[in-house]
């Protein structure tokens, strides 16, 4: 199939990207490189051997999307472009509404216009927001998500959604991705956050490889075994073989879907400290701080109906994702930036 991946140079979708190539699909990709390195691309090049055409531009640009859409047969559209950074969404609400939800209305105009229904939306977990009973099941949302961040998503969800009750053509995935970690075994690609991270893995790391002096553990008097922060984290390439199994279903299935993609496992703060200093063989400098605002205890996902529909299951472990982080990490101490 041809797919367009939005966002396709980021972390999460250059390894789709990778898999959709080594799957055999033909890809396109539009990134506006706000958020990522034109060197993510050229590698997963080096590693697959595949060309693929790239479109440097905004999916909020209307008559980009045209232009793409005429000039490929596309089959099916994975949905990575937009903003991330949950703090920041706090500080700049707009920005927020206007590239996530903004950008995807735009992008599934175009979608329709060109007769394109196949599109496969990065969701993410925060639309759980505060809860009590896990593991969440797709249905467990509640009114209100946790920050300006979560509600885009949500909002693109229900737009979506509503897409599907409006033109049966329409064929929706939404995925909702737990604590995605972990890069391409080559340690070639892997995720390269601008300035200071602010989610666990990528912080550890930086602090593992010399860039930080120690790590924040955000809390340790949350009601867990062991005071710290519960997530369910999950191998960027587990995410990736969820993509190419969502695409597949999309190709049998119209209508509209939810599925989270996580393991349905969940590591404290601590435990990923102690896995990390197993694999480095060297202590992380750590110090307890007070918790973060709007965290969250504990977080972690019943998968099963990703495995039911999708056929899909998350494969690897803790080990294995912070032994190819770190490889991602040791080889690349600055990121792409070498
Ligand atoms: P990322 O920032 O690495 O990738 C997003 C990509 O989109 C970047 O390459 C960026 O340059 C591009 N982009 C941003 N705004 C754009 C615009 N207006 N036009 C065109 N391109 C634009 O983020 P990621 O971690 O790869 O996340 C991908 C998607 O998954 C995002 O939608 C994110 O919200 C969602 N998600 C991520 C996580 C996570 O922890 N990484 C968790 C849940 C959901
Ligand atoms: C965060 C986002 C969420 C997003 C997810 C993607 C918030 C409030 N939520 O989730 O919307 O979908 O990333 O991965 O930002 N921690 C530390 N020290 C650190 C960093 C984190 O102790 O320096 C702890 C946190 O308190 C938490 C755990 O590590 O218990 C995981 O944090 P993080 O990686 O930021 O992910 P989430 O907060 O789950």
New binding site residues.
């Given amino acids: 199939m041809k797919l367009l991946l ?8 250059s390894h789709v990207l990778l898999s959709c190539l080594e799957a055999g699909h033909d890809a396109i990709v ?7 390195s034109r060197e993510a691309l050229t590698r997963v090049e080096a590693l697959t051997g595949r060309h693929f055409s790239l479109y440097e ?4 640009d209307a008559t980009m999307l045209e232009q793409i859409f005429k000039d490929n047969k596309i089959d099916a559209v994975l949905h ?5 950074a949950v703090g920041e969404s706090v500080q700049k609400p707009l920005d927020y509404y206007d ?2 939800v903004g ?1 995807s209305v735009t992008l599934a105009k175009a979608m329709a216009q060109a007769g394109v229904y196949r599109v496969v939306f ?5 639309v759980y927001g505060d809860q009590e009973k896990m593991p969440l099941t797709e249905e467990n949302v509640p009114g209100e998500a946790a920050s300006p ?1 979560a509600r885009t ?1 949500r909002m693109v969800e229900q737009v979506f959604e509503d897409l599907c009750i409006s033109d049966q053509r329409w064929s929706v995935a939404i995925l909702r ?1 737990f ?2 970690v972990g890069a391409h075994p080559s340690g070639q690609i892997g ?1 390269d956050p601008l300035g200071e991270p602010a ?1 666990l893995a990528p912080f550890a790391m930086q602090v593992a490889v010399g860039r930080r002096q120690s790590l924040a553990v955000f809390g340790d008097d949350y009601p867990t075994p062991d005071g710290t922060g519960v997530r369910d984290y999950i191998h960027v390439m587990d995410l990736a073989e969820g993509h190419l199994a969502a695409v597949n279903f999309l190709t049998k299935n119209s209508g509209f879907g939810v599925w989270n993609l996580g393991t349905g496992r969940g590591h404290s703060v601590l435990d990923v400290v102690r896995e990390l200093e197993n694999i480095t063989g060297k202590p992380l400098p750590k110090r307890i701080a007070s918790r973060r605002p709007g965290d969250t205890a504990q977080c972690w996902a019943d998968p099963s109906r990703a495995a039911t529909d999708l056929g899909w299951k998350a494969k690897r472990g803790l080990s294995d994702m912070l032994t190819d982080h770190w490889r991602w990490q040791e080889q690349n101490p600055k990121g792409y930036n070498k």
């Fill in positions: 939005t966002g396709g140079a980021g972390y999460i979708g539009l990134d506006d490189f706000s958020n990522s531009g905004d999916i909020r990575f472009a937009g903003l991330k590239v996530n950008g990065s969701s993410t977990a925060s961040y998503k991705y604590n995605p995720e989610n």
